[in-house]
């Protein structure tokens, strides 16, 4: 029979996350605790993902919401939520995080646009800032600027997975990038959803991703200005994200962004080697 540490350590590991190789130079209740929050993501995440009724969709979402309710009255049902359980109290992980994540998903199953560059803001807020806050707080702070270090590195993460991802989003018929920005660069919605050459790599769509990649970059940047000294050293899985995800944005850039017809991805050695660089540079 599968425990609950084995069923969120296997969730992880199939996932093939760059999260994943951060996890592994953590201590082991540190890691141990990462794992199940990022499992408890992904299992809400893959509702919206892999539930092609949208009706159904919102019932399991609903059922994570009385599941969490579960989990902070001591009676969790699911692996996930019970392997959580033990580290709710060690590392402050609260009821609203977890249903920020979720909240958040629920955006996904009833919009499938962002109007401007806000709307996705919020968006990414609940679907990672929340997420990098909670992870930061697992990996160990002595300073509370590093939760708004961790918030914004979320965020340069989701603008990576969004620029990552523009086709495989466009097949399931949604559009992350903002349409103000869609109009400014003249990139038409249907032109992203039917992913056709040769238009798709035409000097619109380029300046469009360029400028996405531009602001990912300036988010990075921002975050790293945030982390105090003090955190660095705790902080170091966070910072293998972030070198991990910056060097695939820099790879999916010299690729010349053909983003539409592929999903650009680093081997798990190389992601491996990025984590292991980062532990003995420090940054």
């Not at 955006?107 to 109007?115: I, P």
Request: hydrophobic share 40%; net charge neutral.
């Amino acid at each position: 029979m599968t425990t609950p540490a084995q069923y969120v350590q296997d969730k992880a590991a199939r996932s093939g996350s760059s999260f994943y190789y951060a996890f592994l130079f953590l201590p082991p209740e540190r890691r141990a605790a990462i794992t199940a929050f990022y499992a408890f993501c992904r299992e809400v995440d893959d509702v919206v993902d892999e539930v092609g009724d949208p009706g159904v969709a919102a019932a399991k979402l609903q059922w994570w919401r009385r599941e969490t309710a579960a989990l902070f009255q001591g009676q969790p049902t699911h692996p996930v939520t019970q392997a959580l359980q033990p580290h709710l109290a060690t590392y402050g992980i609260r009821a609203d995080h977890l249903l920020a994540v979720i909240d958040g998903c629920q955006m996904d199953l009833e919009q499938s646009r962002f109007l401007d560059y806000a709307g996705l803001a919020r968006y990414c807020d609940l679907v990672a800032g929340v997420v990098g806050e909670v992870a930061a707080r697992i990996f160990g702070h002595r300073d509370e600027r590093t939760l708004d270090y961790a918030h914004k590195l979320g965020l340069a993460l989701q603008l990576t997975n969004i620029i990552r991802d523009v086709g495989e989003d466009a097949r399931r018929g949604r559009i992350y990038l903002p349409i103000s920005e869609l109009q400014a660069h003249d990139v038409k919605a249907h032109e992203v959803l039917r992913r056709e050459a040769p238009w798709g790599y035409s000097e619109r769509f380029q300046a469009l991703m360029r400028f996405q990649a531009e602001r990912a970059h300036a988010t990075y940047d921002e975050a790293l200005a945030l982390l105090p000294e003090v955190d660095r050293e705790a902080q170091r899985p966070g910072l293998m994200m972030a070198n991990i995800y910056r060097t695939l944005l820099r790879e999916i850039e010299r690729q010349g962004f053909q983003v539409l017809h592929q999903r650009t991805s680093l081997t798990p050695l190389r992601k491996l080697w990025i984590a292991a660089r980062t532990r003995w540079q420090g940054r």
